[in-house]
């Protein structure tokens, strides 16, 4: 392991822990108070949330948007949802296009080809889909810094709502309203949503208001939309607190209960079950494959999927993103073997890797992949004839979309988030890109943020690990970025066996013992291969996340360790 990694203790509060003991698992009880949700009433509001969302029309601009909209309705105006090829994307436009065919819209879906137009809005695009009869655009999950795109919309006569969820520019594009919770003067209350939960909540308003113009109807209900809500939330690596909570366990619970096609069809192709569906099968399975297709290809057929209307039909396509995964995979492994040659941990703090031959459908995952590895913010480029198109990953503390930003006047676009952006310049500018980013990353890239550190939200010993406290865990589902699974670590556990698994050999399969106590089994994805790893009879100390493993009908806990070290 990483010798300049630390391990920390969240909160030490024994005093806290005993109390809210008297009302939840001890285990339980020890993750809520290290998260500071450390009363009964706290815990409550987190783990079981009314299950109720904003007013959508306190978001700015929502009340022009469905006006605009229910008006292109009325006059039978064609309109078409501009999305995104990504999954928060492609559930986003599926959410809208949805909800409009129930309002009997004139509509459909126009999903950007990555490699002929790019992310985000194209004049190209937008002149084409004008000239095919468009009169209304409607964007999920970007626009909102398309200032030169909407501006030529308008000059040849495209009326365009925005809505988006990604950072606001000072200058908002020419539309007839932007939705996005970032704008500093939005009332709406929780500014967390992925592009699906803007387009979700963009769809309540609307059969909010047409319910209200058709009284004598059955009211029209957005909680079908659920499902691809949740899993283009998760897939987004938003927080999942708040109203991203609620959407997502409502959405979990209708794939349980009713999933549509596509997801069912997904879900099979994956190795999971509806019934076993949490966020970690959504981030891990569904959406790499739902991925998949715009990294290589083109994300219509994802939408299709989500889109399917038969089992049959659904399961074709299923098969054809998880064959188009598996080429992902492939091309991946070796794109990272490229990339880590191109750099030198030892010396560089920010990583800048450029080539013709990467792939720019996953450069983006190259760069996650070196950032996780080596703990290191990571650009990784795709050099192109005239332009060089690259995404980049970054380390928790520095904001890679601001060190974007401070080059702005270089790039052709950019956008993103604090740890994730993507980005396209001219050739000519990649060199005095990385010296202007090296500077930037020498001012505020400090090396405390490039030592990596593990919160532990409690050390235990392994006896405390029995069936009934690993299952009360579960009560903080669904976790993800900003409600991470439980994390607990263990100090002097011996190690009775290991072994490494898996087709290469990556993952490290041990059985592990405490103080004379109960064996359990561990798996620690990827760490097979480091030097040193632990043998039979060591003494070591582990950070895990414990899990109920069922299996021919028993059920045992297992351990999934994130890391170990030498009992110290």
């Known amino acids: 392991m990483a010798e300049q990694e630390r391990w920390i203790l969240a909160r030490s509060a024994p005093a806290v822990v005993q109390q809210m003991s008297q009302y939840y698992d001890p285990l339980l009880a020890r993750v809520l108070v290290s998260r500071k949700l450390d009363t009964p009433d706290k815990a409550q509001a987190f783990l079981h949330p009314i299950a109720e969302l904003a007013d959508p029309f306190l978001y700015k601009g929502m009340r022009q948007a469905v006006d605009r909209i229910l008006q292109a309705i009325a006059d039978q105006e064609t309109i078409v949802i501009y999305g995104d ?37 194209n004049t190209d695009s937008l002149k084409s889909l004008q000239e095919q009869g468009a009169d209304l655009i409607v964007t999920v999950d970007c626009g909102v810094r398309a200032v030169a795109e909407a501006a030529y919309a308008h000059e040849i006569g495209l009326d365009m709502v925005i809505t988006d969820h990604h950072s606001v520019p000072e200058i908002l594009p020419q539309a007839v309203a932007v939705v996005d919770a970032k704008q500093s003067d939005c009332t709406y209350p929780f500014k967390e949503h992925a592009g699906v939960g803007v387009a979700y909540s963009t769809a309540r308003a609307l059969y909010a ?220 500018n990649i060199e005095v890109f990385r010296q202007r980013l090296l500077a930037y990353a020498d001012e505020h890239l400090t090396e405390e943020m490039l030592q990596p550190r593990i919160l532990v939200d409690a050390i235990v010993d392994l006896p405390e690990l029995n069936e009934r406290s690993v299952a009360a865990l579960t009560e903080l589902e669904p976790c993800g970025t900003g409600n991470l699974p439980p994390v607990f670590a263990s100090r002097g556990v011996r190690v009775e066996f290991a072994r490494c698994v898996g087709a290469d050999g990556r993952h490290l399969q041990m059985q592990l013992s405490q103080n004379n106590g109960a064996r359990l089994k561990a798996i620690a994805f990827g760490l097979g291969e480091l030097e040193g790893r632990p043998n039979q009879g060591d003494l070591i100390d582990i950070v895990y996340t414990p899990r109920i493993n069922h299996w021919n009908g028993n059920t045992s806990v297992d351990l999934e360790i994130q890391t170990w070290r030498p009992t110290q």
């Open 85 to 121: 090829f990504d999954t928060d994307g492609v559930t986003s436009t599926c959410v809208m296009v949805t909800a409009l065919e129930q309002l009997g819209a004139r509509v459909s879906s126009h999903i950007p080809n990555r490699f002929d137009e790019g992310y985000g809005l």
């Open 209 to 428: 208001a047409w319910n209200a113009l058709h009284p004598q109807d059955a009211p029209l209900d957005a909680s079908e939309l659920l499902d691809l809500a949740a899993v283009g939330t998760v897939a987004d690596m938003v927080p999942l607190g708040g109203e991203n909570r609620i959407m997502v366990q409502q959405g979990l619970k209708r794939i349980a209960e009713r999933p549509r096609p596509g997801i069912a069809a997904l879900i099979q192709v994956s190795g999971s079950k509806p019934t076993d569906i949490d966020a970690s099968t959504i981030a891990f399975r569904l959406a790499p494959r739902l991925n998949a297709m715009g990294r290589l290809e083109h994300a219509d057929t994802s939408f299709d999927l989500l889109r399917a209307k038969t089992p049959e039909e659904a399961s074709e396509l299923a098969n054809q993103l998880d064959e188009t995964n598996r080429q992902r995979q492939d091309m991946l492994s070796e794109q990272v073997n490229t990339a880590e040659k191109l750099v030198d941990p030892l010396t560089d703090q920010l990583f800048f890797a450029f080539d013709e031959n990467f792939h720019e459908g996953i450069v983006g995952l190259v760069a996650s992949r070196l950032m996780n590895h080596y703990y290191r913010p990571a650009l990784v480029m795709r050099r192109g004839e005239s332009e060089t198109t690259g995404s980049a990953r970054s380390v928790e503390g520095f904001h890679i979309t601001q060190a974007l930003e401070y080059c702005a006047d270089l790039l052709v676009r950019f956008g993103g988030h604090a740890q994730a952006a993507g980005f396209t310049l001219e050739n000519g």
